[in-house]
């Protein structure tokens, strides 16, 4: 008896210990595979014996020897009082056949039990079939926007011309900006960074006492640069994008760098801060996720330790975005 209920205590616990994970998957993952498979564990620990046991329920007392041996019969009186032989074999075992009366009775309830739930996960199992076979895609609309809810991968890479400058346009000539620029897509809106190199040719013939060109060259990294997108339409992305700069400039300026063996010159490069604000349209390219990004751009920058004062300048963009989903 204590040793049935142990195997049905031992066999609840386990179960228990499963039930748990069971429902946290089921509540924050979206692996019906995975989640199934934990309740037909948490079902079948229900149905088998423990693998290992344990001592669940406190044991009993050793009972005397004397107590638990079955009493003979040895009343050699006949009826009337007079004397007989000795009876022997007779033996009374009365809760000895109780216990295994209760015993086969639980054994009983419990392998019913375990039928009725395995025929019952059966019928289910038949029923979700059956539905799972009328069941048809969803409106291309609602696998779209469940689409746009995933995380996805925005990369692309471009070139700008600044051809409107906050500067005497004899002496700073346009010139090129090449970047890159990559960031997490959640639909509405991307997080990224950009990285890219600006050079532009300085005249200075139109100086008094200096002649030549020399380029005006800038390093800068912009983290984080957000970017707000309309994801829905079809042929076309239109969007907008902030971010603020680390600017590195440079202008004939060089320093002189030494190792344990040689000294060379190396170009110095000075800070200053800025803000890139641009607005743009991406074409799709026949719905492949690859787009002809063009975009208008404003920069601005700070005096830092580079500038006399600040400036900004207007460039046009152009290049190539790609969107993974």
């Not at 429902?23 to 290992?52: C, D, E, G, N, Y």
């Amino acid at each position: 008896m204590s040793t049935l209920l142990e195997v049905l205590l031992i066999n609840a616990v386990s179960a228990t210990l499963l039930i748990g994970p069971a429902l946290v998957l089921s509540r924050f993952v979206s692996r019906p595979a995975l989640v199934h498979t934990l309740w037909a564990l948490v079902l079948i620990k229900l149905l088998t014996p423990p693998v290992v046991e344990v001592a669940a329920l406190p044991q009993p007392r050793p009972v005397l020897a004397a107590a638990s041996m079955s009493h003979e019969v040895t009343d050699t009186r006949l009826p009337g009082g007079l004397p007989g032989k000795p009876v022997s074999g007779a033996r009374v075992m009365p809760a000895q056949a109780a216990s295994v009366r209760t015993t086969d009775l639980l054994v009983a309830v419990w392998l019913t039990g375990s039928i009725l739930v395995t025929l019952l996960v059966l019928v289910r199992t038949a029923r979700f079939r059956r539905l799972a076979a009328t069941v048809s895609p969803a409106p291309a609309a609602v696998q779209q926007r469940a689409e746009e809810k995933k995380v996805g991968f925005t990369w692309a890479l471009g070139m700008g011309v600044p051809i409107i400058l906050d500067v005497p346009r004899d002496v700073v000539r346009p010139g090129a900006n090449l970047f890159f620029f990559g960031g997490a897509d959640f639909g509405f809106f991307v997080i990224g960074g950009d990285f890219g190199l600006q050079w532009n040719p300085i005249d200075l013939n139109n100086l008094p006492g200096v002649s030549g060109r020399r380029p005006l060259s800038r390093i800068y990294l912009s983290v984080p640069e957000v970017r707000f997108q309309v994801p829905d339409l079809k042929v076309v992305l239109p969007y907008i994008t902030g971010a603020f700069d680390m600017n590195f400039w440079n202008f004939a300026e060089t320093g002189v760098s030494c190792g344990y063996w040689y000294c060379s010159t190396v170009s110095v490069y000075r800070f200053t801060p800025g803000f890139t604000g641009k607005a743009g349209l991406a074409f799709n390219v026949k719905e492949s996720g690859v787009y002809i990004d063009v975009a208008f751009q404003y920069s601005f920058t700070g005096k830092g330790s580079f500038f006399a004062q600040s400036g900004w300048w207007l460039s046009p963009v152009f290049g190539v975005l790609v969107r993974r989903r």
